[in-house]
């Protein structure tokens, strides 16, 4: 009985001297695991730190990228939609016979069909039969300068566009028009509500420069003369505009 | 000497730079004149370049590697490239330039306390709702007769809309040339000051008609001053 008490009691001192044994062994294994893992990582990190200093010895860095961008600023293209001018013709005032008539006109092109013009002229009133058969009277008290002002707001349109030949080599652009709009007409201290249409025709002889002629007809009541009728005053003229 | 004459301003205007564009369709065609009625006498191959010396409408004068001179037109031209190979761009007349331009004018008639009214107008965006007018009108009727010149603000609603409303308040001079209730007027020029109400609609390409009503105050010299009524119609275009 006490040898079989004895032998169980150096079975388990063995059993656990032998776990004992192992479990020590065993986490000594781990941690050899573990420590060589590090030790590995240790040295890789060292080789690459050694590898990226031979690089850097062996190559510098000849491209500098701080190297500033050019501003490409693309020219402005230039618009020529304005025409300025002056003309010169002669106008036919309702009752006061023709005279000379000078002005000013501003266009401008909108699209190549429609444009938009204003004008200004003056002429002078002639006489009326009247004066003529009576020399030295001036019944509307006109005075001497009878002067006669207008100026007009129209809308134009080109149409029949094309090349006008003058001899065999030389094809000037040019285009017929017409246009139409109102203003007003002051003669005799009035100022009359005008409406006005007419037609033209233009020749460039260069990009920016226009020789024009047109026939304009300038409708307004006039009471001058007690009653009211209505006037048609008839004018034709010559012009030169520029392009800007 | 009329060779010289003609040159003269391109000399004034000396050397400057002009955009250059490359055709890059297959090619681009060049009339004698700025329209579709005229004629086309020259093309410019792929891959050539052309410089643009300048615009008038929608056709631009331009001038090949060869010194060849014509117009393009501008839906042409859109398809060209810069040198670095992006689209050539630019402003075109159409319902995106009714939002937003910088310039318009135009021409009214209306009604102005019974007399006929005539009015042109230039205006200035300083963006796509907000716009500087600057006015000026003559009224003429059996009773009185005289010239407005106005400065004012516009505001416009929906730019984007067709229709497109707005208000507009501002002020001027007032002169009179002709009173027949006062013939023997001292002083013929007042201030005056409005607010408006009107409507924009786009027509088309560059063009849009304007309608307004103002309701106008006048500061005369004498006891009372005046509020007149004021309707007109017009036909503007921006650019």
Not at chain 1, 58 to 69: C, F, H, K, Q, S
Request: charge should be negative.
């Amino acid at each position: 009985m006490e040898s079989r008490t004895r032998v169980l009691l150096l079975t388990r001192a063995l059993v656990a001297a032998t776990l004992l044994t192992f479990s020590l062994s065993g986490c000594a294994w781990i941690k050899g695991i573990f420590g060589k893992k590090k030790t590995d990582e240790q040295e890789q990190i060292a080789r690459e730190q050694t590898e990226e200093q031979e690089d850097n010895a062996a190559a510098p860095r000849v491209i500098d990228p701080e190297v500033e961008r050019r501003e490409i600023k693309r020219p402005a293209i230039d618009t020529e939609n304005f025409e300025l001018g002056a003309y010169y013709g002669s106008m036919s005032v309702e009752d006061f016979a023709s005279n000379p008539v000078y002005g000013v006109k501003a266009v401008y092109h909108v699209t190549e069909d429609f444009f938009f013009e204003a004008n200004y002229g003056k002429t002078r009133l002639g006489k009326t039969s009247f004066e003529l058969l009576n020399p030295g009277v001036d019944p509307l008290n006109l005075g001497s300068g009878r002067p006669f002002t207008y100026y007009s707001l129209s809308v134009g349109y080109n149409f029949l566009p094309g090349e006008a030949f003058v001899g065999r080599k030389l094809a000037l652009n040019s285009a017929f028009y017409v246009s139409g709009g109102l203003g007003s007409v002051r003669y005799a201290g009035e100022d009359k509500f005008a409406l006005n249409f007419g037609a033209g025709y233009r020749v460039l002889p260069t990009d920016w420069l226009t020789v024009y002629i047109d026939v304009q007809d300038r409708v307004y009541n006039s009471d001058i003369f007690g009653t009211t009728k209505l006037t048609n005053n008839l004018e034709a003229r010559i012009g030169v505009t520029a392009f800007f | 000497m009329l060779c010289a004459i003609l040159a003269t301003p391109a000399a004034l205007a000396g050397k400057r730079d002009y955009v250059q564009l490359f055709v890059a369709e297959p090619y681009l065609e060049l009339k004698t004149g700025p329209g579709r009625g005229y004629p086309v006498t020259q093309v410019v191959a792929r891959g050539e370049a052309v410089d643009v010396l300048f615009r008038r409408t929608d056709y631009f004068k331009v001038r090949t590697e060869r010194g060849v001179e014509g117009w393009a037109s501008v839906m042409d031209l859109l398809k060209a490239q810069y040198a670095d190979g992006s689209n050539f761009s630019i402003d075109l007349g159409d319902r995106n330039g009714f939002r937003t331009h910088s310039w318009e004018m135009g021409v009214f008639a209306g009604d102005f306390d019974g007399a006929s009214l005539v009015s042109g107008y230039v205006a200035r965006s300083f963006n796509d709702n907000m716009k500087l007018e600057l006015t000026g009108s003559q009224f003429i009727g059996d009773q009185r007769s005289g010239y407005m010149l106005e400065m004012g603000l516009a505001q416009v609603f929906a730019p984007e809309w067709r229709w497109s409303p707005y208000v507009t308040i501002g002020g001027g001079i007032f002169r009179v040339q002709k009173d027949l209730q006062r013939p023997n007027l001292v002083d013929r020029n007042d201030e005056t000051a409005y607010i408006g109400l009107g409507v924009r609609y786009y027509l088309t390409r560059r063009f849009f008609v304007r309608a307004e009503g103002k309701e106008r105050v006048i500061f005369t010299s004498r006891n009372d001053n005046e509020e007149l009524t004021e309707w007109k119609v017009g036909l503007a275009f921006f650019f």
